[in-house]
């Protein structure tokens, strides 16, 4: 079955950054990309970017444009979100979430289980 | 990007009740949306894609329509176990985006 599990709780102060994991099994991991999507308390979803599972082409929202990076690991089955220069309005509980096909439908069957990243000083 | 308004924000509602809520695309999205279905603390849950097909495993008192701009997720008999936020998402292009959710309560 498909799993993503993600790394666990961050809390960093502002102007640092976080770097959280998505392990992915249970299907064919170049065929398909991952998505990273944040919730902010009480917010709907917002979509950050998309990583290519094939080729690790990469396309980011506009509003994260220079503060994010996303990149893989092929040997270790593992997608990686990297945020920069955090803000407390950058709380939120950060998904990866798998494409609904091979072809990039980007909706989603399969998300992580979340990772709560906690801006503060 | 494509903005989604979803309405309501929130509801209340009875056992039983016939539940319709409501997005509107602000440009045409052919029938490209999805709908999630968000409990307390959990993830969120597909309910349906292209518009109206259900996902697998989905109660069928869950359904869809629209196409364009105005996009309908019905629910035809409401359940406790329906007590959540609901969301759309427009998928036609990057960036997917989401409408702010309608709370439903029972």
């Known amino acids: 079955q498909v799993q993503l599990v993600q790394s666990g709780t961050e809390v960093k102060k502002p102007g640092a950054s976080v770097k959280v994991s998505c392990k992915a099994s249970?299907?064919?991991?170049?065929?398909?990309?991952i998505s990273w999507v944040r919730q902010a308390p009480g917010q709907g979803p917002e979509w950050m970017g998309w990583?290519?599972?094939?080729?690790?082409?990469?396309k980011y929202a506009q509003k994260f444009q220079g503060r994010v990076t996303m990149t893989m690991s092929t040997s270790t089955s593992t997608f990686y979100m990297e945020l920069r220069s955090l803000r407390s309005d950058d709380t939120a509980v950060y998904y990866c979430a798998r494409d609904w096909d091979v072809w990039g439908s980007l909706f989603f069957e399969y998300w992580g289980q979340g990772t709560l990243v906690t801006v503060s000083s | 990007d494509i903005q989604m308004t979803q309405s309501p924000s929130s509801l209340s509602a009875s056992v039983g009740d016939r539940v319709t809520i409501t997005c509107r695309a602000s440009?045409?999205?052919?029938?490209?949306v999805a709908w999630y279905q968000q409990k307390p603390g959990k993830l969120p849950n597909l309910l349906i894609y292209?518009?109206?097909t259900l996902q697998s495993g989905v109660p069928s008192r869950f359904s869809g329509s629209g196409s364009g701009t105005d996009f309908t997720l019905t629910i035809g008999s409401l359940q406790p176990e329906d007590v959540a936020t609901y969301f759309c998402q427009a998928y036609l292009s990057a960036p997917p985006t989401f409408g702010q959710g309608t709370k439903v309560e029972v």
């Open positions: 440009r045409g999205i052919d029938n490209d």
């Open positions: 292209a518009g109206s």
């Open positions: 249970g299907y064919t991991f170049s065929s398909y990309g």
């Open positions: 990583i290519s599972g094939y080729n690790g082409k990469t």
